[in-house]
């Protein structure tokens, strides 16, 4: 595959002469010494991640028991799970007026057979474990499949939460319709919508809704709303369809705007769009919406293509010079899926575009995550990198800016999507997804990434990811997770609160660094051997400080660090750490390939 925007290096075992890996070989003499020592060595391994859980006492589905997983680089706190539920996914969620979190998506009630719109409200601003943390839960059940696809607050003049807006999904036999439903702080249906939900469709046509955000007028009173998706229609004489992209407006009440809905599309060609963005100006007035999506074009073609559509504040095709911009190559297919206005904080002004998907460059029909950057006036940036991942499939979904808490000065980008990559995670199963977040510097360069895999070979979707008000570069991810199947549950809904515990204002240089403080917690002790091991042998969490983790300064970070810290540690004398050694940080005195991305 072409090179990825992130070089990927895993270490694996090797053989020694004798016969015995290297990995036993270290474990046996660890566990020589400890037994010697009277060291209580598997007491210190760090519990598995997102691998805990017990049944409630009063009979309900599980709940997660969260694992204390911490670096310095990020952590996860919690998941969370909707409960009730035979099978659910969480599609949106965003933080409220009393910083709680509320999520809405599908759910089938244990012993149902429809899948039925949900929305749930939990407590924060720390992620809720439990039920007993849950301010509200409900149902909300019509006839056929409903689906919560996106979720807006609405709030009253002293800024106080009003109710939400869901924009909904039903499926009812051959009739797909695009629904808006009205809710109360609580979560139930509010009464002075009628009827509530308004449905926008129309009769043999499928309209699909992929996305939604507010619309408002050049004062930035709420006017409504702009719902985007796709339109199918089926022609009853030959039996073909076609599909096109599709946007709508709506007024405040959710009534349909004169005019609309409006389409994009050629014939015999598939177009989809995944995803809608404001377009504010330097004066924060929306002055206009970015649509993204796909093309899929009829066989025999195999490649599709990607596509950036500006419309204006009226919902007309915009300005831009090429409108749409279509991202295609000879490659087997683009699709962009999310889409972001970025700005410079400093003066508040509008700098560009992000836009993320999935890109497959070659006839192994893999998809790399990709993100590509366009300026003010759709223009792409062809300096950026622009592909993320391993070898076998990941996908971005969400991008949102990141900030300097202490200057408001944009510090860059964190990416959410789907990996099915084990150089990534070695803990994915072949066949299972998991969550999967990249940290990008502003000119795109990567910071770090992490997969969040669950439990059992898990297969793990992402659907949203928003900032955490009131925390420094913290952020929470859902979607949803198999991992509870064992259980007797299938799918259910799952969110992760994910916090960076650095700050990344600019790409890392040379840093100081303790020397065989492997996991980079300040202190050298049976913690950071265990680390080394783990990492090298077990696919654990890899050292952020490849120079700190080199125990012994042989240039090489491998099994001999790992003996070499514990030789330090237990026997004394004559096993000296090499300089800038374990107590007092330093530069690195030897010149050589290991690198310092981050050391606290």
């Known amino acids: 595959k072409p090179s990825t925007g992130m070089e990927i290096t895993k270490k694996t075992a090797v ?60 952590y996860i706190e919690s998941a969370r799970l909707v409960p009730f539920a035979e099978t659910a996914s969480f599609n949106s969620v965003v933080q409220n007026h009393d910083l709680d979190y509320a999520h809405v998506g599908w759910a089938r009630p244990i012993g149902g057979t429809d899948q039925d719109l949900f929305f749930l409200i939990a407590h924060g601003p720390t992620v809720a474990v439990n039920e007993s943390h849950l301010k509200s839960f409900k149902i909300h059940n019509t006839v056929g499949h409903q689906a919560g696809i996106t979720l807006d607050e609405l709030r009253n003049p002293d800024s106080t939460t009003q109710g939400y807006i869901v924009a909904g999904q039903q499926i009812n036999g051959a009739a797909v319709d695009a629904m808006l439903y009205k809710l109360t702080a609580s979560g139930d249906i509010d ?26 007028d050049a004062a930035g009173n709420h006017t409504g709303y702009l719902l985007v998706g796709s339109v199918t229609v089926i022609n009853t004489n030959d039996n073909t369809a076609e599909t096109d992209g599709w946007w709508v407006m709506t007024d405040i009440d959710g009534n349909v705007r004169a005019g609309f809905p409006k389409t994009f599309g050629v014939p015999q060609v598939v177009e989809k769009i995944n995803a809608v963005t404001q377009v504010r100006d330097v004066n924060r007035q929306v002055v206009g919406y970015v649509l993204v999506g796909e093309t899929i074009p009829p066989p025999p073609a195999i490649s599709g293509d990607a596509f950036v559509l500006q419309v204006d504040q009226a919902g007309g095709v915009g300005g831009w010079a090429q409108n749409p911009v279509v991202i295609g190559s000879q490659n087997f297919g683009e699709s962009l899926y999310g889409i972001l206005q970025t700005f410079d904080r400093r003066d508040g002004s509008p700098t560009g575009f992000i836009a993320v998907g999935k890109t497959v460059p070659d006839a192994t029909h893999s998809a790399q995550a990709s993100v590509i950057r366009l300026n003010n006036d759709g223009i792409l940036d062809p300096s950026w990198p622009s592909l993320y991942g391993g070898e076998r499939n990941d996908v971005f979904k969400r991008a949102i800016q990141t900030f300097d808490p202490a200057t408001g000065n944009d510090t860059g980008y964190l990416l959410l999507g789907d990996t099915n990559s084990r150089s990534i995670d070695v803990q994915i199963a072949e066949d299972a997804f998991a969550f999967y977040f990249v940290r990008l510097h502003r000119d795109g360069s990567p910071i770090w990434e992490k997969a969040a895999t669950g439990l059992n070979g898990s297969f793990d979707v992402s659907a949203d990811l928003i900032p955490i008000t009131g925390s420094d570069y913290t952020w929470l991810a859902a979607g949803q997770t198999t991992a509870w199947a064992l259980l007797g549950a299938n799918n259910v809904g799952y969110s992760v609160k994910l916090q960076q515990g650095a700050r990344h204002d600019a790409p890392a240089g040379a840093m100081d660094f303790r020397r065989g403080d492997a996991n980079t917690d300040g202190a050298i002790d049976i913690s950071d051997p265990i680390f080394t091991l783990l990492a090298l042998f077990r696919g654990g969490q890899q050292p952020t400080c ?55």
């Open 15 to 74: 053989q020694t002469g004798t016969g015995v890996t290297v990995a036993a070989a270290a474990m046996l003499a660890v566990g020589a010494i400890a037994a010697s020592l009277a060291i209580g060595l598997l007491a210190a391994l760090p519990a598995a991640r997102l691998a805990q859980f017990h049944i409630a006492a009063n009979g309900d589905p599980p709940i997660e028991d969260p694992p204390s997983l911490s670096s310095p680089f990020y």
């Open 191 to 216: 009464a002075t919508w009628s009827p509530n939900p308004r449905v926008i469709g129309a009769a043999g046509r499928r309209e699909l809704l992929s996305g939604m955000v507010q619309t408002e």
């Open 546 to 600: 490849e120079d700190a983790a080199d125990s012994n300064d042989d240039s090489q970070w491998d099994i001999s660090d790992a003996v070499n810290t514990l030789l330090y540690l237990f026997q004394g004398a004559g096993n000296a750490i090499p300089a800038p050694g374990p107590l007092e940080k330093g530069p690195d005195p030897t010149g050589d390939d290991l690198g310092c991305d981050f050391y606290q």
